[in-house]
């Protein structure tokens, strides 16, 4: 499992720039890998605009159980574990919404 560390690559988990950086990673890894880990260690929050542009693009590739598997969000506090849950809750909701549409 390879490990990502948001402080190492990012410094931060604020900027849509970050986010991109750390999905850059997490698809390396889950590409080599299958899987990857995610160490939020020395990070006190993750904005939404890091959360969706680090995470929510995976799930045009793979379903929210399929994230839930293959990627684990470590060394994480309440704040950085509600918002990733607010923001792929609110991506499913969106997705349902689209679906029920067509």
């Known amino acids: ?3 990502i560390s948001v402080r190492s690559i990012a410094n ?5 720039e970050q986010g991109l950086a750390v999905r850059a990673a997490i698809a390396r890894a889950l ?6 880990s995610v160490s939020f260690e020395d990070i006190d929050n993750a904005t939404s605009s890091f959360v ?3 995470v929510l ?3 045009d ?3 929210v159980s399929e994230l839930q598997k293959r990627v684990r969000f470590v ?3 309440r704040q950085i574990n509600d918002m990733i849950k607010h923001c792929v809750g609110r991506y499913r909701k969106s997705s349902n919404l689209k679906a029920a549409a067509i």
Do not use: E, I, V
């Not at 931060?12 to 849509?16: E, G, P, V, W």
């Not at 590409?31 to 990857?36: L, V």
């Open 12 to 16: 931060r988990a604020d900027t849509t």
């Open 52 to 54: 969706n542009a680090a």
């Open 1 to 3: 499992m390879g490990l």
């Open 61 to 63: 590739t793979m379903t």
């Open 75 to 77: 060394n994480s506090n």
């Open 57 to 59: 693009p995976l799930l």
């Open 31 to 36: 590409y080599r890998d299958g899987d990857a």
